[in-house]
């Protein structure tokens, strides 16, 4: 597959820059080059960018944020002795002003044109993501994958409760517009069914004056499940006993490893990948109401982690994860709406989620599957 590098520096003059391009002429590596400018001459943005941004990087850890104002702004000046703007002559480039403004000079080819598309969406205004599961459905009470089926008794409670938190912590009792996104199936849209829709007239950062209507709901394919293809419907031990030979294939790589006539979590990142785009411009509060498989890529892709890593991120049913991506990583919490306590006060029997798998390690022993909260999805 493709691969990109980003070499993080200041490189404010041409002869620095020049070293640039003549090291990677003689590592004699082919690959194409793109030089990405950005210009901030909004004081207002400028001092806001330095203290939400700036000022959380080692260089500043332990001082004070007035004195770390001053130094950083003392940086900047001195290399603005020296700075020079990135000319045709230098290549392709990327010049992006006060992030409103974006000059592209002689960008080709697939990936620098995609790295365009994404840097594009980019924005400085803080933002927050709520991602929530489903609540329970019928075919976790059976412990089935995939499939398309309503909610359970309990999951519709979920979803009256989510409806509360989204009104009263999401858009802040209605002073906040935000955003929903579901997936096509029907457990999410039950899920959001209860969430209210209020109007109102919402000014943007970009001056124009709209109708917004809160929480008005997205129905996005790309946020529906792994499609389990010949297993979509069954249990994990009926997987194990029907098809061994795919049940041990996807314990060994569960990340590469493809449902017959389905999907792998390889391919579920791919469709995802136009979904980031929109996760990057998006100003407003949002909420994800989707499934495991999906919320687990997502994670991954705020959080740092790796491909390999992502299908073994844990999502429980019932639980609100929030994220605030920052330029030094995300800051995650989580809530629990809706206790395993609760769940069970009814009576009901736990559902058959039990996954056979092979030996464990010693580290994944010390990891507890709750049958309830983490119930199968693919």
Request: aromatic share 8%; charged share 30%; hydrophobic share 30%.
């Amino acid at each position: 597959g493709v691969r990109l590098a980003v070499y993080d520096a200041t490189n404010s003059s041409v002869e620095n820059r020049s070293k640039v391009l003549n090291r990677l002429k003689a590592e004699n590596i082919g690959a194409k080059k793109v030089f990405v400018e950005t210009i901030v001459d909004d004081q207002q943005m400028l001092e806001e960018n330095i203290r939400t941004v700036k000022l959380s990087t080692p260089d500043y850890k332990g001082v004070k944020p007035d004195e770390a104002l001053k130094d950083f702004m003392k940086r900047r000046e001195n290399y603005q002795g020296i700075y020079k703007p990135v000319t045709e002559d230098e290549g392709s480039y990327i010049r992006i002003v006060n992030y409103k403004k974006f000059e592209i000079n002689n960008v080709r080819g697939y990936l620098p044109l995609k790295v365009v598309h994404l840097i594009m969406n980019l924005h400085t205004l803080p933002r927050t993501f709520y991602m929530t599961r489903h609540g329970q459905s019928e075919y976790n009470l059976l412990g089935k994958i995939g499939g398309d089926s309503g909610l359970s008794k309990n999951g519709l409670e979920y979803a009256r409760r989510l409806a509360t938190y989204a009104k009263e912590e999401v858009c802040s009792n209605g002073t906040v517009p935000a955003r929903l996104w579901t997936s096509t199936l029907i457990r999410t849209k039950e899920t959001a069914q209860f969430i209210e829709h209020d109007e109102f007239e919402q000014t943007f950062d970009n001056g124009d004056s709209n109708k917004w209507v809160q929480f008005r709901q997205n129905e996005r394919r790309n946020l529906d499940e792994l499609y389990a293809g010949n297993c979509d419907g069954m249990t994990y031990k009926e997987i194990e006993k029907v098809y061994p030979e795919e049940f041990s294939a996807r314990q060994d790589d569960k990340l590469t490893y493809r449902y017959p006539r389905g999907e792998s979590y390889m391919d579920v990142t791919l469709r995802l990948e136009p979904l980031a785009h929109d996760l990057e411009r998006t100003r407003e509060p949002l909420l994800i109401v989707a499934h495991q498989g999906i919320l687990r890529i997502l994670y991954a892709y705020f959080m740092g982690l790796t491909r390999a890593e992502a299908p073994y991120v844990k999502i429980p049913l019932n639980h609100i994860i929030i994220l605030k991506p920052h330029a030094y990583g995300c800051h995650e919490e989580r809530v629990c709406l809706m206790p395993k306590e609760e769940m069970l006060s009814d009576g009901q029997d736990e559902p058959v989620t039990s996954m056979p798998v092979k030996k464990k390690t010693d580290d994944e022993k010390k990891e507890v599957f709750d049958s309830i909260m983490d119930a199968p999805s693919c």
